[in-house]
């Protein structure tokens, strides 16, 4: 019995041949254009690029339509330092008087000062001239 086992056991054993390619028939050597295979036009992806362009085309006509008024930015901006500028210095200066022990001292400095800092930045505002005037014309 132990030579009909170890028969079983010693079957030829023969080398991986690789040589008919892949499941199409194509060999790595045969395929290395690196070319994308053509396919076959689809309807469907025709008519997802027709619906696209034609959404972007109306995306940009509504981006044309909205053009924002510089003055409106610089208003915005004025407006953002004059209440910014306050409420981060009282909100500094109640955070150094927590932290020391003086109340209103730190707090009102820091007010004013925040305040000064929101006034000096809307005069920077206020010399520079906007995107769309580029200063006084001759």
Same mark, same amino acid.
């Given at each position: ?11 030829p ?42 959404l ?11 053009? *924002?008024?510089?003055? @409106? =930015? +610089? ?5 953002g330092?004059?209440? /910014? ?33 929101? *006034?000096v930045?809307? @005069? =920077? +505002? ?5 995107d769309?005037?580029? /200063?006084?014309?001759?």
């Amino acid at each position: 019995m132990a030579v009909s086992i170890s028969a079983m056991f010693l079957v030829p054993v023969r080398p991986l041949d690789f040589s008919r390619g892949d499941a199409q028939g194509r060999r790595m050597a045969e395929d290395e254009t690196g070319e994308v295979p053509k396919l076959p036009p689809d309807s469907r992806l025709e008519s997802l690029d027709e619906r696209l362009d034609r959404l972007q085309q109306a995306e940009a006509a509504k981006q044309a339509k909205t053009v *924002v008024d510089p003055n @409106m =930015r +610089i208003a915005q901006l004025v407006i953002g330092y004059l209440i /910014g500028g306050p409420l981060g210095g009282a909100l500094i200066g109640w955070g150094l008087d927590s932290l020391f022990g003086t109340f209103p001292t730190f707090f009102l400095v820091m007010l004013f000062v925040g305040f000064g800092v929101g *006034v000096v930045n809307v @005069m =920077r +505002i206020s010399k520079t001239p906007s995107d769309g005037a580029s /200063g006084p014309k001759s």
